[in-house]
C-alpha cells in the first residue's frame, strides 16, 4: 500500500485576505484542502514562525510573527486532522520558506520515519513557501504532487504563479488536481 502524506504549507491567516501579507483568493482553498484530508494516510503542516524581528521582514512586510493571530492557522481549516505542525522562519536570519527547514522537527527524518512514499503539497504560497518545500522534497527523492486548485500565488510579478508551476514540473513534480487524488 501506497503511504500518501498531504503537506498544507502556510495556511495562515496572515497569508490570507484581511492578513498582513494577503495572497489573492488565499481563503479559497481552505474548503477543498479540507475535502482532500480524508484521502491521505497522514496530514501535517508548516507554519511561518517568524520573530518579531528578522531580515526577513527586510524584504517582506511584517507577517506571522509567533504569539499573532496573523500566525494562527485559517479559522475554517480542519486543523484538528493535522498530525503535526512544523515551524520554519523561526530564527532572526533565515527566510524559511521551504518546510524542510522547519526547526522544531526535522520533516526529511519524520517523512521516512513515517515511511511515506507520496507527497501531496497545497497551501501558499505558489512561488514562495510551496515551491521552495516542493523543491526539496523533490532534492530528497519524494515522489511530490502539487495539488493546482489547493494553490495560490503571491504574484508580485503576474505571472510568478504560473513560472513556479512550470519550474516545478521541470523539476519533476506532477501537477494534479484534488478530485485526482
Ligand atoms: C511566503 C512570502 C513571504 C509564503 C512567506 O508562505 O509563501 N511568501 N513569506
Redesign the pocket.
Known sequence: MTKKCLLI??LQND?CPGGA?P?KDGDKIVGPINRIMNKCDLVIASK?MHPAKTV?FDR?PV??VRGTNGSEFHPELSSEKIGFVFEK?TGNKD?G?SAFEATNKNLEEFLKESKVDVLYVCG??T????KATVIDALQRGFKTFVVTDCIKA?NVNPDDGEKALREMKDRGAILIESKEI
Request: charged share 20%; proline share 0%; net charge negative.
Open positions: 504549507v502556510d497569508f501579507l495572497v511561518d526577513h517582506w507577517h506571522c522562519g527566510d520558506y501558499l504560497a512561488d514562495y513557501c510551496v503571491v
